[in-house]
């Protein structure tokens, strides 16, 4: 049998009708029947109408969301064009405004470190930090337009710095502590910013590390710094002698500490806000330039309608500042959560350090990464037993496919009752293509939907819409979290390049994809990645959900390596401590893909691997290991977490014949 194409005979979870009719999503569903005068029955209908009239969706999000802004007259200008289209080209906002609208003694933040730290940041705590670092920003002649570039942990004084950024107009851009010098300067040094917010150092897995030194060397390799400013994380005050332009927070803001109230300054819709970054090992990363309002639309629809995020509920993502799910927890704010932070190890506490800190903080809104809970599978942790997550709603997964025994895992071990969103999208759009819905069920294995106002297909290589086979993930019509552009970006060519080559006026995301019977989607593996034996596209997640079933296997990777005219599938296996790859458990990894995929999936050499090279926000990275197998030069080591992995892949014998 093969359970690729098996379909579950029931679902998982299925929203009860009073969560559902209480859920957001019902009742703006209720009201834009209602203002539009439109036949609205059920989510397919309020997808359909969202990208059908996508003007009086994204209106709607506008006035429904209560955006603080002008809104001008016109929703979208030339929206026939991709890219080219325009959103609310007469709208005048501040991305900050909108996420500080909050006051009171309410909790806004909830920090939490490895060392079992707790710090509480009310909305008044926060706003009033807010002023007086953006006060010292614009002293030191920050303004709209000019770069403030975070290299930190996430803590408060993150949000803070990327909220004060935000109110002047200046764009935010940010990297994780763990980051090597290089990678540092290949990210900030393309976009010279004027400030460096950053720490003395981290904590990691039990240890303190010191980034100093670090600091030292990025900074005198910024020529554009006016001031590096840095908070002491490990010591209250940091010895900052040999960084050039340093100073402390506190120093920093105390001429500004009676500042207590923000000059948001408004300004165009695609006002640029954030830089990203991608994180491809084939070049220096790509820097993706993010618009104020659209990120801000997105987020808001993607918390309250698609998250059901309600007023006092509290978020957590487990995410670092080198990877988008920062950004897109921050907003959470807008839409009155409680953001709970972590820094630190995942797997501290023999791996419930994260389950203790929901636990004891009511989280309602749980985000992992598709790994996290992979490895909590694995370690055969059972929260459900040790914790009370009697709170717990949402359960989020992202970052790679989440295998269907992941879906599985978080019922049986987390909770029998929550919504489980596997969601997709990135850094290319700070957001989510599809995603989860708090009126439809979850089926195992399956991506709940497509996003409202998003309209993804699945396109086989001439370009035409596909069901029940695997095909390109595609975005047919503009939406308003696109990317503004690249920057130095001279004509956009690297911009349509990335996204617009395959198929001209479509978005190719990227992403090896297939519609279910269900109207869900699972993902497949990146395109790019895409297995070809024989002429056949394989996805590499199809492998590794068989593979990694098997207990003595921890992880997984697969790739093609060009053989006679051809390709030929190779497997990189890395098993538990102690354990050998023999011809034994060869063979019962070749039937497990045989048996339960085709035979186009088994692989024709597998190779045990003391490790397995990823990216810093856990992404495993085939298109690297393909590199280092044929012998070409891996450019962007900097992105990777574990680089020197890389070596585990060059001359092996087995691969020579």
Same mark, same amino acid.
């Given at each position: 049998m093969n359970d690729t194409h098996a379909v579950p005979s029931l679902p998982l979870w299925t929203p009860n009708p009073e969560q559902a009719a209480h859920s957001r999503m019902a009742h703006f569903l209720d009201r834009m029947k209602a203002r539009w005068q439109c036949e609205l029955t059920d989510y397919d209908s309020l997808w359909q109408w969202s990208v059908d009239q996508p003007e009086a969706f994204w209106q709607s999000i506008w006035e429904e969301e209560g955006v603080i802004g002008e809104q001008g007259q016109t929703v979208l200008a030339q929206g026939?064009?991709?890219?080219?289209?325009?959103? %609310?080209?007469?709208?005048? =906002?501040?991305?900050?405004?909108?996420?500080?609208?909050?006051?009171?003694?309410?909790?806004?933040?909830?920090?939490m470190g490895e060392d079992g730290v707790r710090r509480v940041v009310s909305h008044d705590d926060l706003h009033a930090a807010v002023a007086?670092?953006?006060?010292?920003? @614009?002293?030191?002649?920050?303004?709209?337009?000019?770069?403030?570039?975070?290299?930190?942990?996430?803590?408060?004084?993150?949000?803070?710095?990327?909220?004060?950024?935000?109110?002047?107009?200046?764009?935010?851009?940010?990297?994780?502590?763990?980051?090597?010098?290089?990678?540092?300067?290949?990210?900030?040094?393309?976009?010279?910013? *004027?400030?460096?917010?950053?720490?003395?150092?981290?904590?990691?897995?039990?240890?303190?590390?010191?980034?100093?030194?670090?600091?030292? /060397?990025?900074?005198?390799?910024?020529?554009?710094?006016?001031?590096?400013?840095?908070?002491?994380?490990?010591?209250?005050?940091?010895?900052?002698?040999?960084?050039?332009?340093?100073?402390?927070?506190?120093?920093?803001?105390?001429?500004?500490?009676?500042? /207590? /109230?923000?000059?948001?300054?408004?300004?165009?819709?695609?006002?640029? =806000?954030?830089?990203?970054?991608?994180?491809?090992?084939?070049?220096?990363? *790509?820097?993706?330039?993010?618009?104020?309002?659209?990120?801000?639309?997105?987020?808001? +629809?993607?918390?309250?309608?698609?998250?059901?995020?309600?007023?006092?509920?509290?978020?957590?993502? %487990?995410?670092?500042?080198?990877?988008?799910?920062?950004?897109?927890?921050?907003?959470?704010?807008?839409?009155g959560a409680t953001l709970l932070l972590y820094d630190g190890s995942p797997f501290a506490r023999d791996g419930r350090i994260l389950y203790d800190f929901i636990a004891a903080e009511g989280c309602t809104h749980f985000g992992v990464g598709a790994k996290f809970i992979d490895s909590c599978l694995k370690a055969e942790l059972k929260p459900r037993?040790?914790?009370?997550?009697?709170?717990?709603?949402?359960?989020?997964?992202?970052?790679?496919?989440?295998?269907?025994?992941?879906?599985?895992?978080?019922?049986?071990?987390?909770?029998?009752?929550v919504l489980l969103a596997s969601i997709s999208g990135g850094t290319d759009i700070v957001s989510c293509f599809v995603l989860g819905n708090p009126l439809l069920p979850v089926w195992k294995g399956e991506i709940q939907c497509?996003?409202?106002?998003?309209?993804?297909?699945?396109?086989?290589?001439?370009?035409?819409?596909?069901?029940?086979? @695997?095909?390109?993930?595609?975005?047919?019509?503009?939406?308003?979290?696109?990317?503004?552009?690249?920057?130095?970006?001279?004509?956009? +060519? *690297?911009?349509?390049?990335?996204?617009?080559?395959?198929?001209?006026?479509?978005w190719c995301h990227g992403d %090896?994809?297939?519609?279910?019977?269900?109207?869900?989607?699972?993902?497949?593996?990146?395109?790019?990645?895409?297995?070809?034996?024989?002429?056949?596209?394989?996805g590499t997640a199809e492998i590794y959900r068989q593979v990694e079933k098997l207990p003595e296997i921890v992880e997984s990777l697969a790739i093609g390596q060009d053989w006679d005219d051809d390709t030929r599938v190779v497997l990189f296996v890395r098993l538990k401590e102690g354990m050998v790859l023999d011809g034994a458990l060869s063979d019962r990894i070749r039937r497990q893909i045989r048996d339960n995929a085709t035979p186009r999936h088994v692989?024709?050499?597998?190779?045990?691997?003391?490790?397995?090279?990823?990216? +810093?926000?856990? +992404?495993?990275?085939?298109?690297?290991?393909?590199?280092?197998?044929?012998?070409?030069?891996?450019?962007?080591?900097?992105a990777l977490a574990n680089p020197e992995a890389l070596a585990l892949f060059r001359d092996i014998p087995a691969l020579s014949r």
């Open positions: 026939d064009r991709m890219p080219g289209a325009r959103w %609310f080209p007469q709208a005048r =906002l501040n991305f900050a405004e909108n996420l500080l609208r909050h006051r009171g003694s309410g909790t806004a933040l909830v920090f007086a670092f953006a006060a010292a920003l @614009k002293a030191e002649g920050v303004t709209a337009g000019d770069r403030v570039a975070a290299f930190m942990p996430n803590i408060p004084e993150a949000i803070v710095a990327m909220l004060a950024t935000a109110s002047l107009g200046a764009i935010f851009t940010s990297a994780s502590p763990d980051f090597g010098i290089q990678g540092v300067l290949d990210r900030f040094g393309q976009v010279e910013p *004027k400030v460096l917010v950053t720490v003395d150092g981290y904590r990691y897995n039990g240890k303190a590390l010191s980034i100093l030194d670090k600091v030292a /060397t990025v900074s005198a390799g910024l020529p554009s710094l006016g001031k590096t400013v840095v908070v002491g994380f490990l010591d209250s005050a940091p010895d900052l002698a040999g960084i050039s332009g340093a100073i402390s927070t506190a120093d920093f803001v105390a001429p500004h500490a009676a500042t /207590t /109230t923000i000059d948001f300054v408004r300004l165009p819709f695609d006002h640029p =806000l954030y830089i990203l970054y991608s994180s491809g090992t084939t070049g220096v990363p *790509k820097c993706i330039i993010h618009g104020a309002g659209g990120t801000l639309l997105q987020h808001l +629809k993607e918390h309250r309608l698609h998250c059901d995020i309600h007023p006092g509920d509290r978020l957590f993502y %487990f995410t670092t500042l080198g990877w988008m799910m920062f950004n897109w927890l921050a907003s959470g704010l807008a839409a037993q040790t914790h009370d997550l009697s709170a717990l709603r949402v359960v989020l997964s992202t970052g790679s496919p989440l295998s269907p025994e992941g879906f599985d895992y978080v019922y049986q071990q987390i909770s029998s009752d497509r996003g409202l106002g998003m309209a993804v297909e699945v396109l086989d290589d001439a370009g035409y819409p596909l069901r029940g086979e @695997k095909g390109e993930l595609a975005c047919l019509k503009p939406f308003p979290s696109m990317p503004v552009g690249f920057w130095n970006d001279p004509g956009q +060519k *690297k911009y349509l390049a990335a996204y617009f080559e395959k198929i001209p006026g479509i %090896f994809a297939e519609f279910t019977v269900h109207g869900g989607l699972v993902i497949h593996g990146r395109s790019d990645a895409t297995l070809n034996p024989g002429g056949v596209r394989i692989p024709a050499r597998i190779v045990q691997v003391s490790d397995i090279p990823r990216t +810093k926000s856990g +992404k495993i990275v085939e298109l690297a290991v393909r590199e280092v197998v044929h012998g070409r030069p891996v450019k962007n080591i900097e």
